[in-house]
Nanobody, 124 residues
Framework: QVQLVESGGGLVQAGGSLRLSCAAS????????EGWFRQAPGKEREFVAGISWVGGKTLYGDFVKGRFTISRDNAKNTVYLQMNSLKPEDTAVYYC?????????????????WGQGTQVTVSS
């Protein structure tokens, strides 16, 4: 089992920044990738970014366009999502998730473990 705990969400004005954290515990992560997803009310869960624990390969959702950066601290088993130039349309619950693969995937169904989510609200 893998346990994931997100933190760092909150209310921010448009143009501002937030850094989300996802602390992982449980079984070994060497063959995993970790991803961030988001879900706004009435919308499907959307891939934001992902990173592999080995090699640190990253992948981003098309809408990110250089505004977000995913990184990891292997010693702390923590993955971060730095979000800059936030827009009101970035408002959503953000989830981190773990995929049992060395390849980052975009589909929510590819991920086996999920955190409880953290709310990000961007005001205009």
């Amino acid at each position: 089992q893998v346990q994931l705990v997100e933190s760092g969400g909150g209310l921010v004005q448009a143009g501002g920044s937030l850094r989300l954290s996802c602390a992982a515990s449980g079984r070994a992560f060497a063959t995993n990738t970790e991803g961030w997803f988001r879900q706004a009310p009435g919308k499907e869960r959307e891939f934001v970014a992902g990173i592999s624990w080995v090699g640190g390969k990253t992948l981003y959702g098309d809408f990110v366009k250089g505004r977000f950066t995913i990184s990891r601290d292997n010693a702390k088993n923590t993955v971060y999502l730095q979000m800059n130039s936030l827009k009101p349309e970035d408002t959503a619950v953000y989830y981190c998730a773990v995929r049992r693969s060395t390849v980052v995937g975009r589909g929510p169904g590819e991920y086996s473990y999920w955190g409880q989510g953290t709310q990000v609200t961007v005001s205009s």
